[in-house]
């Protein structure tokens, strides 16, 4: 009985000292700071959660040209009221590849033409505002296509419009919308029944133009090559292959 004592407390001894070589006797306040301050850094990863709280910067700097973290978060929420089970990385790529980038590279090259167009844009949505049709001012200003049934998504409509339309109901408009063409004023004529991330849509555009085609496909292109910066949750959420060798204050990417 006393041997069996006597091993049950040897035991506890040497429990009692692999806890304490543990930090097992740390304050207990202070591990819970430094779990709260470790979990205080920046995420790794988009989530809807530190989007729609503000958490995450959303910036984004191609080349020179800066993608402001505000405008690229409102159309990453708008574009979620169509896409709602595709994560925030998903969506962020294919909102800034269709156009959303290229857009802000685009109006930073030509400021003088996007302020002009842009004023163009506010006062057309001024009269619509206050009570002119979509279709007079389409007719005056022209140069829409014939309307098709597309999808609703960046890659068939561009980031911006595709954002916009997510939350429009028939018959209505949203704009002026900074897209690669210009400034553009889009109204939704149709959607297909169904979930809105499958479901066709008919819209039109009215388009006040910047820069020449060219300069516009040079904007594209660019995108594609120009040197990355920004913040690290959004440049992850990127396909490796497209950011690798791009981002040098991490070569990690």
Known sequence: MKLVSRSVVSVFLLLAAILAACGADSDPGESRSSAKQA????????????????????ELQVGTSKIDGDRL????????????????????????????????????????????????????????????????????????????????????????????????EPGEWAGPLRTVDGWEIVLLEVRAEGPRSRSGVVVRSIVFPVASESEQTQARADWATLPLAGDPALLRSLPRSFVRGRVVADESL
């Open 73 to 168: 978060r409102a159309a990453l929420v708008d574009l979620h009221h169509a896409y709602y089970v595709w994560g925030p990385g998903t969506l962020a790529w294919h909102l800034l590849d269709g156009g959303f980038a290229a857009s802000a590279l685009l109006h930073d090259r030509f400021p003088e033409q996007s302020e002009q167009a842009k004023a163009e844009a506010d006062a057309a949505a001024q009269r619509l505002l206050d009570g002119e049709t979509y279709y007079a001012i389409l007719q005056e200003v022209g140069g829409d296509p014939a309307p098709v049934m597309r999808q609703a998504s960046p890659a068939a409509l561009g980031g911006a419009t595709s954002a916009a339309v997510a939350r429009l």
């Open 39 to 58: 979990g205080s850094n920046p995420p790794y990863a988009l989530n809807w959660e530190a989007i729609e709280a503000g958490a995450v910067a959303c």
